[in-house]
């Protein structure tokens, strides 16, 4: 009876520690080079929470951040902040977004639509993306090729993906 008890808890705690393994679980960023998905670096965040993509504009060299809700495996734009409006700049609001001007910056907030996926390239000379996440920020460039391609999303992964990814630094 003994050995019969022992096998079954062997049995359960296999299956258990399979599925942390390998059951997606855990909600991350993905950033992803492309084109070959050769590598994925995770960045651990919760659902429903905001981040920030924040760049040096190629043409007015000013800052940009662009602010996106992380829901379910969208990404849904919340605001956007600049400091010039010419090329490359929206000059005022969409339909149902708010446009302001506080403090030299230009503001547009409640902005519509979702994407699956944000696709940049890695600036090589002044762009300095990063991701702002809670206090931390993540200069991309340290951790991936300047010029690369990448490919931002949000998605659930394993335990094992996580593992087999790396994790932004």
């Not at 393994?21 to 950033?31: E, K, N, Q, S």
């Not at 070959?36 to 040096?56: A, C, K, M, T």
């Not at 043409?59 to 409006?85: A, F, N, Q």
């Not at 929206?90 to 639509?113: D, V, W």
């Amino acid at each position: 009876m003994k050995k019969w008890i022992v096998a079954v808890l062997t049995v359960l705690a296999v299956g258990i520690l399979l599925a942390w393994i390998f059951i997606p679980c855990r909600y991350v960023l993905t950033v992803t080079t492309m084109p070959g998905e050769e590598r994925v670096y995770f960045l651990p965040v919760s659902e429903n929470d905001h981040f920030q993509l924040q760049f040096i504009h190629s043409v007015h060299l000013s800052r940009v951040v662009e602010e996106y809700e992380m829901k379910g495996r969208s990404l849904k734009p919340v605001r956007l902040i600049y400091e010039d409006t010419a090329i490359g700049m929206p000059s005022n609001a969409g339909e149902g977004e708010s446009f302001e001007m506080k403090n030299g910056k230009y503001y547009i907030t409640n902005l519509q639509g979702s994407h699956s996926s944000l696709d940049l390239n890695i600036g090589q000379v002044k762009a300095e993306h990063t991701i702002n996440y809670h206090d931390n920020s993540y200069l991309l460039k340290d951790s991936i090729e300047a010029g690369s391609w990448v490919r931002i999303a949000p998605a659930y992964v394993s335990n094992l993906e996580v593992w087999r990814g790396v994790k932004l630094q």
